[in-house]
């Protein structure tokens, strides 16, 4: 029997409640319940018995914030006649999942974050494998799996025990990129247009043939315009910062990837092995700029232990001149620094020493935040009815368009064909999902900000990300005016991007020595994750040097390189399984990069329609 060591807070409390590690699941009976079977011939959920009895259960979020939607909530229970209690913890330090493990009292039904507890509730027998349960009760549900999210989460014995929210399909991915449409990058630097405009005034003024695309694109180029920002606007020093990291916790930084992003350090070799990152000098080159932006007075040490509602505060009070993160982690403050002070921001191209151009990955990913079905659901037969209509076509757009000829209207319907044109090439097109629009009633409701009266714009804990991007006559989802700020701030990045599926693998839990790698690799992010807010608020770079180096070090101590090993193996199956030899572009023989352009690709840009009401 495996006892598979977590690492994490929620481990400790585990731990701390129970006084020792967790054994096979209390409920991990083989044996199915007898309820009614269900067919192929006709959707799950309309195979329920009339006469049966309205189902209750509860259903834990691991995340204090996540917002449900009562219209969901309504949906659900009016399909499925399953009522669902939400319950969400108060703080999101593990505590209340850690009561449930240690007392054997998990709800019916769980959605988690944090990836080794889904390989462990899974592999210790707490969960039901859903593929088992659609088969008896939901065989229309196999169908909406995709092979390869399939692939990805099935655990030891070949069974899928959970789904996650925002997977990306393949097929989908193909559709969209048939039909034109471009998927944005998942994070970015982004700058006051305002600001930046008057700053490459300021330098025209000075010399007529200076060029932002050559200069300020550079580590230098961009301090010197922070600088003269921060100086000329007088920003709040010490206080606020000019520019702004993502939020740091447990686990690192967006800011830190991101721009590891933009300084091409690879994740791959020429060879087609793993590297580990934080050993790589460009890493290093990316700590050492932080903490130049620091000593440099553009960072704030008070940044580095910021919530996200403090950063977001920065930002809607206009200070913060520069972001590095993910844009629309931050889009409502974005949104409302628009609106009251006409800021708008836009994205910028930094680059390394060598002045690569960036590789940046773009959105699609194998997805997040983990349901799965725990061994205490008592009606698991209408239970898994229920992720067959949130899985479904018909779940997605009642949840998001309503009800058809009230609240949208079919343009194409599903599985129709059409001629269309791309970049000046006409094509037959068969479009999946159909295409979509909002009616007028639908339409004022959702520019109101009142589109939760008629049920709109709901998406599930199984929602796929590519749905709306299909159905969208506008070719994203673009419905409201703080989704093109989203849009813009990110597209003009779109010829730097790359899909990021290649790179993501998942540790082979039937490894002899997966225990092992997963406490060096839980031990190895806590380490980098407690250094580098020391390495970028050192005094000056040869401190900072010498705080990377001893963090390196003790790393190597941890055990990094025989992590590496054993995450290369994995990569490589994960490599063969896709089909590649490279997970990277810059290893592919028909990589070109773009031209670096400060201001990347405006092109990209989608214009604000007329319709948007800018609210």
Not at 464 to 479: A, I, Q
């Amino acid at each position: 029997m495996k006892k598979l060591k977590i690492f994490s807070m929620i481990l400790v409390v585990i731990m701390t409640l129970s006084g020792c590690f967790w054994g096979k699941g209390p409920n991990n009976q083989t044996d199915y319940p007898d309820y009614p079977l269900a067919n192929k011939d006709s959707d799950s959920w309309l195979q329920i018995d009339p006469d049966d009895e309205d189902v209750e259960i509860d259903w834990y979020i691991d995340s204090s914030s996540y917002y449900i939607s009562p219209s969901m909530t309504d949906k659900i229970y009016q399909t499925t006649g399953v009522k669902i209690n939400w319950i969400k913890p108060v703080t999101d330090d593990g505590t209340k999942l850690g009561t449930y493990l240690a007392n054997n009292t998990l709800p019916d039904v769980i959605t988690v974050n944090d990836y080794a507890v889904r390989v462990q509730l899974a592999e210790e027998g707490y969960c039901w494998p859903l593929d088992g349960l659609a088969e008896r009760w939901a065989p229309t549900m196999l169908d909406r799996i995709d092979q390869n999210l399939f692939d990805y989460y099935k655990s030891s014995d070949g069974q899928l025990y959970c789904l996650p929210a925002n997977g990306y399909k393949d097929s989908d991915i193909a559709e969209f990129n048939d039909m034109g449409g471009y998927l944005i990058s998942n994070g970015a630097i982004i700058v006051r247009k305002d600001y930046l405009e008057a700053y490459l005034e300021y330098k025209s003024s000075q010399n007529p043939s200076f060029n932002p695309d050559t200069y300020v694109t550079t580590k230098q180029g961009f301090i010197e315009m922070c600088q003269w920002v921060q100086n000329r606007y007088n920003l709040p020093l010490y206080t606020n910062p000019t520019v702004a990291l993502a939020p740091f916790t447990a686990q690192g930084s967006l800011a830190i990837s991101q721009l590891a992003e933009y300084f091409c350090v690879p994740p791959e070799d020429s060879e087609g092995n793993l590297i580990y990152q934080p050993a790589h000098a460009k890493y290093k080159e990316v700590l050492l700029f932080l903490n130049e932006l620091y000593t440099k007075g553009l960072i704030t040490q008070g940044n580095l232990s910021a919530t996200p509602a403090a950063i977001g505060g920065y930002i809607q009070n206009g200070y913060v001149f520069a972001f590095i993160g993910s844009p629309q982690d931050f889009a409502t403050y974005i949104k409302t620094v628009n609106i009251q002070k006409n800021v708008e921001y836009v994205p910028i191209v930094v680059t390394n020493d060598a002045k690569e151009a960036p590789l940046l990955t773009n959105l699609a990913g194998y997805g997040n935040r983990f349901t799965m079905i725990t061994k205490n659901c008592k009606r698991i037969d209408r239970v898994i009815k229920v992720f067959d209509w949130l899985l479904s076509e018909q779940g997605h757009v009642s949840l998001y368009y309503g009800q058809e000829g009230v609240t949208f209207e079919y343009l194409i319907r599903p599985g129709e064909t059409r001629e269309i044109t791309v970049n000046g090439e006409t094509k037959t097109h068969t479009y999946t999902y159909g295409q979509i629009e909002f009616t007028d009633y639908a339409w004022e409701y959702i520019q109101s900000g009142r589109q939760t009266v008629l049920g709109l714009r709901a998406t599930s804990l199984l929602w796929n990300p590519m749905y709306v991007r299909l159905t969208s006559v506008r070719g994203d989802e673009l419905d409201i005016y703080q989704y093109y700020l989203q849009y813009n701030s990110k597209a003009a990045l779109t010829p730097y991007t790359y899909d990021k599926r290649g790179l993501k693998f998942v540790l082979d839990p039937n490894h002899r020595d997966y225990n092992e790698m997963v406490e060096i690799e839980a031990d190895l992010i806590n380490l980098w994750a407690n250094k580098i807010p020391q390495i970028i608020i050192a005094p000056n770079a040869q401190k900072a040097t010498e705080i990377y180096n001893s963090t390196l070090n003790t790393a190597k101590v941890y055990g990094y390189e025989d992590l590496l090993e054993f995450q290369n193996e994995c990569f490589q199956k994960h490599k063969q399984k896709m089909g590649i030899t490279y997970a990277w572009p810059k290893n592919l023989s028909t990589y070109q990069a773009p031209a670096v352009k400060l201001l990347g690709y405006p092109e990209y840009n989608k214009e604000v329609p007329a319709n948007i009401v800018r609210r």
